[in-house]
C-alpha cells in the first residue's frame, strides 16, 4: 500500500475507533450495545455542517453544537427508551435491542429532516500542512483529527483505570445485578455512560465530517463499522476499540487498493463473518486470574 | 383464543375483497397495493425465523433482489415461460440463505444481524459488479409481457395475485406458528437447549425457517420486478430490509397477521403521507419506538385490549346485565 495512503486510513481508523468507544463505554457500563451511535454521529455532524458552513459560524459554534446535541440526544434515548425497558438486573432483552436499533432509525429520520436529504460537507478544523517529505503528507485537519482521537482514549482510560467513578462504570457493567444490590448509583452511572456515549459520537461526527460530507443516511453504516470495530478490538481495555478501528480501516484501505472499490463491502463481510464466528471476544480479552 | 384471534381469518380475507376492489385500475393504488406486498411478504418472512425462531437475519435485499432478478434474466435471456421464475428464484434465495445460515449459526442477536446486513450490501455491490449477469448499474428490463395458457397477464391480475399470496402467506404462517414445526421453533427461540434435549435438530429449524423466510422475499421480488417491468439493483436497497425488521413489531408480533397491519402502515406513512412532507419514514420510526415501548404487543394487541375493553363495558351496562344486577339487589 502506498505510504500516501497511511495517514487518511488512520483517520478512518480514528473515526471508526471513537464510534468503537462510544459503544465501549454504556457495554462497559450497562452492558448494553447503545446501536444508536451512528445516528448520534450523523447528527452530530450534520448539526456542525449546517452551523459552520451553511451558515458561516465559528467553527467552536458547530463543534459545541455537535458535542450539545450528541449528549442530550444519548440521555433522551436513555430516559425515553432504555429506562422503560431495561430489566431491574440490567442486560440485553430481546426489546432494548430492538428499541436501540429502532432509536438509530429514528434519529437518522430526525437528522434527515432537520438538516436535509442532501449530504453536507463537514468545515475543515484547520488547514494546510504540517509534515511534508516527499509523498508521506500530513495535514494539519489530520494531525487534529489524530490528537484529539488520542488524546480523548487516554482519557478515558486514566478515567475508567483510575479514578473511583471509572470503577463504578466496570463493575455495573460486569454484574449490574450484584452492583444493584450493593447501592451502587447504577442509574446514574448508565445515564453518565449514554451521555459520554453521545459526547464521543457527536464529536466523531463533527471531526470527520470534513473527509467525504456527512449524510443522514450513513446512521447505519457508521454503528455497524463502529460494532465491528468493537468486536474486532474487543472489550478488554479501553484501547481495543481503538486497534479494531484502525485494523479495519488498513483492511478496507488494502482491499480498495488492490481489488477496486466493490472489494470494500466484500471484505468487510468477510471479516465480520470471520471475527464473530471465530473470535466474538475481539484480539484483546479480558484476563482473569485463576 | 382470544375473541381477535378467532375471527382474525374471516376479517383478513374480508379486507382483501375490499383492498382488490379499491385498488381496481388505478395505477397509483397499483404500486400502493405491491408496495405493501413487497413490505407485507418481507416482515413475514422474518416473521418465519426472527419472530418465532430469534434468528435476527436480515439479508432480505438480497432475497428480493434474487426473485426479481431471476424474472428478468429468464424474460431476457431464454424464450421459457416467466413463471418458471418463480420456482427458480424461490430455489436460488433458500439457497443462499441456507449457505449463509451455515456460516452464520453460531451468532445471534445483532451480531448475526450484522453480518447478514453486511452480506446484504456486498451482495448489492455484486449485483452492480457482475454486469454480465444482472446487466450491473443499468439492471434488468422486461422485455415480453406475461403470459398464462395464451391469455396475457396485466398489471391488475398481476397485484390481485400479489395481494392472494399475501393472504395466503400471512394464513400458512399462522397455521405453521402453532402446528408442531412452529412450535419446535418458537421453543428454539426461547431454549434452544430444552429443544435440543428433546431431539429436536435447532439447527435443522433454523435452516428451514430462514429458507422459507428468503423464499417469501424471492416470492416479493418476483411480483416487484413483474408488476414495474424492471429489476435494479437500488430497487430494493439495504434500507428496505432495515426498515422490515420493525414492521412485525409495529403491527404484532404474536401473528403473522400482525406483519401485514404493519405493511400497511408503513406502506401508508413512507409513501402516502402527504400531510406533512418528508416526514413518513420519521413518523414510522417514530411510531415503532412508541410502540415498543408503551405497547409491546403492537397494534393488533392493543386493537384486541380495547375491543376486550369494550366487550367489558357492554357487558356491564348492556340490558342483561342490568336485569341480572336488579335481580340480585335486595327488594327494598
Known sequence: ?290 | MSRLARWRTPIAFAMLILVVLWVGQNGYRQDLAILMVTYGLISLGLYSHYIMGNSMSVAYNAYVAIGGYALGVLCVRTDLSMFLALPIGIVISAAVAVLLGLTTYKLSGFYLAAVTLLFGEAFAAWLVDSTGITGGASGVTLTRGLTLFGSEVTRQHLVIAALVTLFLAAWGLDRLRTSPFGIALRAKGDAPRAVESSGVSTRALTLVSLGIGAGLGAVAGWYFAAVNLSMLPESVPLSVAFVALFIPFLGGYRSPWGAVVGAVVVTELTFNLTWFQDTGTLAFAIAVLVVLIFARRGLLGLLGDVLAWAVRLIRRDGPLHKEGRDHVQPSA
Not at chain 1, 434527515?112 to 516527499?134: E, H, I, N, Q, R
Open chain 1, 1 to 290: 500500500m502506498p505510504i500516501e495512503l497511511v495517514v487518511p486510513t488512520l483517520e478512518t481508523g480514528c473515526f471508526f475507533g471513537l464510534i468503537a468507544l462510544a459503544l465501549f463505554m454504556v457495554k462497559e457500563s450497562a452492558a448494553l450495545f447503545n446501536f444508536a451511535v451512528g445516528g448520534l454521529a450523523v447528527v452530530g455532524g450534520m448539526a456542525s455542517s449546517a452551523i459552520t458552513v451553511g451558515h458561516g459560524l465559528p467553527l467552536v459554534l458547530g463543534v459545541l453544537a455537535a458535542v450539545a446535541f450528541g449528549v442530550a440526544l444519548g440521555l433522551c434515548i436513555e430516559v425515553l427508551v432504555v429506562a422503560p425497558l431495561v430489566k431491574p438486573g440490567g442486560g440485553e432483552d430481546h426489546h432494548v435491542v430492538m428499541a436501540l436499533v429502532a432509536g438509530l432509525f429514528a434519529l437518522q429520520q430526525i437528522a434527515g429532516v432537520a438538516f436535509g436529504k442532501s449530504a453536507l460537507p463537514g468545515a475543515t478544523w484547520m488547514k494546510g500542512d504540517v509534515l511534508d517529505v516527499g509523498k508521506f503528507v500530513v495535514s494539519a485537519q489530520a494531525l487534529i483529527e489524530i490528537a484529539v482521537t488520542l488524546g480523548l482514549f487516554v482519557a478515558i482510560g486514566m478515567l475508567l483505570r483510575g479514578t473511583r467513578l471509572g470503577r463504578q462504570f466496570r463493575s455495573i457493567g460486569d454484574n449490574t445485578q450484584a452492583a444493584t444490590m450493593l447501592g451502587m448509583p447504577v442509574r446514574r452511572i448508565r445515564l453518565l455512560a449514554f451521555a459520554s456515549s453521545g459526547l464521543l459520537a457527536g464529536l466523531a461526527g463533527a471531526l470527520f465530517a470534513n473527509r467525504a460530507g456527512v449524510a443522514f443516511t450513513s446512521a447505519l453504516q457508521f454503528t455497524l463499522f463502529g460494532f465491528l470495530a468493537f468486536v474486532i478490538g474487543g472489550a478488554a481495555n479501553v484501547w481495543g476499540p481503538l486497534a479494531g478501528g484502525i485494523g479495519l480501516a488498513f483492511l478496507q484501505a488494502f482491499a480498495i487498493y488492490y481489488f477496486g472499490p466493490a472489494a470494500l463491502t466484500y471484505v468487510t463481510f468477510a471479516v465480520a463473518a470471520l471475527f464473530f464466528a471465530l473470535r466474538p471476544e475481539g484480539i484483546f480479552v479480558k484476563r482473569v486470574r485463576a
